[in-house]
């Protein structure tokens, strides 16, 4: 399958020392991780009648992006790390290890590029997807074999030229990317992110437990939004899940 088969149309602080990231990651200069302990609620997050326009809590990233340097030193952190010798594709050899040779993945929420530019250039057909344009200007500049698209996971859809609804083989979310959504927010992206699965798809998305987003709660959304829960480990490396743990890697599907 050639690239142009596969692109979409879209609706609507350093470290000196070597070490593999594994979606732990310094908050300084960014957003801070806030005080408050875990979401322990069993319940799925409220299926309310969504806010108007001039009343939807803004998730963190936009938030963070009222600050107009925040995207490009967010770049550049990066830029520095990988510089510097560290490594910083941990997440991008799990989902190549799980991923069949060749594969079909969507990054969901690609940031700069990163997760997604490995996998394009280890042999799989990548499409990436975020809300920050210059993220996404930067993505597609430092990783050509990928293709990235400005698209926001809680109202996102992508077409073949067919005008068929894509799946995917393999979706991702790394870099805590659950946690800087809001609260309304949470079902429809992952509902989006069903939408876009087929009955081997799976999805991969691995988060910090202490940013007010828990195992238990993450787990109901995911099967309100027609999703679930198969395998949890407590790091991109595959260790054993940890239930008073800091990090969960959830690996999902389609419920039958």
């Known amino acids: 399958m050639s690239m142009s088969e596969i692109l979409p149309t879209v609706e609507t602080a350093d470290r000196t020392a070597q070490r593999a990231y594994n979606g732990h990651m310094s908050d300084e200069g960014f957003i801070s991780t806030p005080d408050s302990a875990r979401t322990f609620s069993l319940a799925a997050t409220p299926k309310t009648t969504p806010p108007a326009e001039s009343e939807k809590e803004l998730n963190k990233w936009r938030q963070a992006m009222q600050d107009p340097t925040h995207s490009k030193r967010y770049a550049e952190r990066w830029e520095r790390l990988e510089a510097a010798g560290n490594d910083i594709d941990g997440e991008a050899r799990a989902i190549d290890a799980l991923a069949e040779r060749g594969a079909t993945i969507l990054d969901a929420g690609a940031g700069n590029g990163r997760v997604a530019g490995y996998l394009a250039?280890?042999?799989?057909?990548?499409?990436?997807?975020?809300?920050?344009?210059?993220?996404?200007?930067?993505?597609?500049?430092?990783?050509?074999?990928?293709?990235?698209?400005?698209?926001?996971?809680?109202?996102?859809?992508?077409?073949?030229?067919?005008?068929?609804?894509?799946?995917?083989?393999?979706?991702?979310?790394?870099?805590?990317?659950?946690?800087?959504?809001?609260?309304?927010?949470?079902?429809?992206?992952?509902?989006?992110?069903?939408?876009?699965?087929?009955?081997?798809?799976?999805?991969?998305?691995?988060?910090?437990?202490?940013?007010?987003?828990?195992?238990?709660?993450?787990?109901?959304?995911?099967?309100?939004?027609?999703?679930?829960?198969?395998?949890r480990f407590g790091t991109w490396q595959f260790d054993p899940f940890d239930e008073e743990g800091e990090f969960l890697l959830a690996i999902l599907r389609l419920k039958p």
């Open 121 to 231: 250039a280890a042999g799989h057909e990548v499409i990436g997807i975020d809300l920050d344009p210059h993220l996404v200007e930067v993505a597609n500049t430092k990783y050509p074999q990928a293709h990235f698209e400005v698209a926001d996971l809680a109202d996102f859809a992508l077409y073949d030229d067919s005008g068929a609804l894509r799946t995917f083989d393999m979706i991702v979310s790394a870099g805590n990317v659950q946690t800087f959504l809001a609260d309304w927010e949470r079902i429809p992206a992952l509902s989006n992110i069903a939408k876009h699965m087929h009955d081997t798809s799976r999805f991969a998305t691995g988060f910090q437990l202490a940013r007010g987003y828990s195992n238990a709660q993450f787990s109901a959304d995911a099967e309100a939004a027609g999703l679930e829960v198969y395998q």
